[in-house]
C-alpha cells in the first residue's frame, strides 16, 4: 500500500462546477498535511495546509479526519484557471524524523 | 526575502557523464529535500537533510547518486555516471520543521 494515495484522475469538470479529491494516508503519526498545486511544467506550489478543525481559503475548503486518515479538498465555483495537478503531502514522522510524503497528485481540467 | 533557487534550470547529458545540481534553500531553512518527477510518474522523495547531515536518504536510487549539503547551506545533488533513467525533474524544496516546504524551480534533467 502507499504511503499516500490520490485518485491521479484525470478529472474533466465543466466551469462552476465543484469538484472534490481525496486523499489517504498511511502512517497515523504524520503530523502536517498540505494541497499543493503543480501547473504544467513547473515546480509545486502550496495551496493550503490543512487542519484537523476544517479551513476554508476562498473558493478551496480542506479537511483532516485523523479517525480515518484521509484528507480532501473542495473547490466550489471552478474556474478555468484551477486547472492543474493537484498534490496531497502528508510530513510523515518515521524513527523520529520527518519526511515530506507526496501523492500522485490528481489532474484536474476545468472545461470552458 | 529569496525562495528556492536550483541550478541550473536545463541540463541535458550524454549517458556516462556527470552532472551536479545545485540548490539554495531559504535562508534559516534546516530541511532540505530533494526530489524527482521522472515523465508521467508521481514526485518521489530522494533524501533529506537537517542542517548538514543527511537525516534520510532512502529514496536515493543507487550509488551513482551523491548528495552532500556543506556546512548546511546550499546542497548540490551529482549523478555519475548518468544512465538514460535518470532524466526526470529534480526538485529541492526546504522548510522549517513540520511546517510547509517551498519549492525551487526544478533542475531538468535530459540524459541522451
Known amino acids: 500500500r502507499k504511503e499516500v494515495e490520490q485518485d491521479p484522475g484525470p478529472f474533466n469538470v465543466p466551469e462552476g462546477a465543484t469538484v472534490a479529491f481525496n486523499c489517504t494516508y498511511s502512517?497515523?503519526?504524520?503530523?502536517?498535511f498540505f494541497w499543493y498545486r503543480q501547473d504544467c511544467r513547473k515546480e509545486p506550489k502550496l495551496l493550503m495546509s490543512?487542519?484537523?478543525s476544517g479551513n476554508e481559503d476562498g473558493r478551496f475548503t480542506a479537511q483532516l479526519n485523523r479517525a480515518s486518515q484521509y484528507i480532501s479538498l473542495l473547490i466550489r465555483d471552478s474556474k478555468l484557471s484551477d486547472s492543474a495537478t493537484y498534490l496531497c503531502?502528508?510530513?510523515?514522522?518515521?524513527?523520529?524524523?520527518?519526511?515530506?510524503?507526496f501523492g500522485t497528485g490528481t489532474r484536474l481540467t476545468i472545461i470552458p | 526575502e529569496a525562495g528556492v533557487t536550483q541550478f541550473p534550470s536545463h541540463s541535458v547529458i550524454e549517458k556516462g557523464q556527470t552532472v551536479t545540481l545545485r540548490c539554495d534553500p531559504i535562508?534559516?531553512?534546516?530541511?532540505l529535500y530533494w526530489y524527482r518527477r521522472v515523465m508521467g510518474k508521481e514526485i518521489k522523495f530522494l533524501l533529506h537533510?537537517?542542517?548538514?547531515?543527511?537525516?534520510?536518504e532512502s529514496g536515493m536510487p543507487n550509488n551513482r547518486f551523491l548528495a552532500e549539503r556543506t556546512g548546511g547551506t546550499y546542497s548540490t545533488l551529482k549523478v555519475q555516471p548518468a544512465e538514460l533513467e535518470d532524466s526526470g525533474v529534480y526538485f529541492c524544496?526546504?522548510?522549517?520543521?513540520?511546517?510547509?516546504?517551498?519549492f525551487g524551480q526544478g533542475t531538468r534533467l535530459t540524459v541522451v
Open positions: 535562508s534559516g531553512h534546516d530541511n
Open positions: 490543512v487542519y484537523s
Open positions: 503531502v502528508v510530513n510523515m514522522v518515521a524513527f523520529g524524523n520527518e519526511k515530506l510524503t
Open positions: 524544496a526546504s522548510s522549517h520543521t513540520f511546517t510547509e516546504a517551498f
Open positions: 502512517n497515523s503519526a504524520s503530523q502536517s
Open positions: 537533510f537537517v542542517k548538514e547531515s543527511k537525516q534520510d
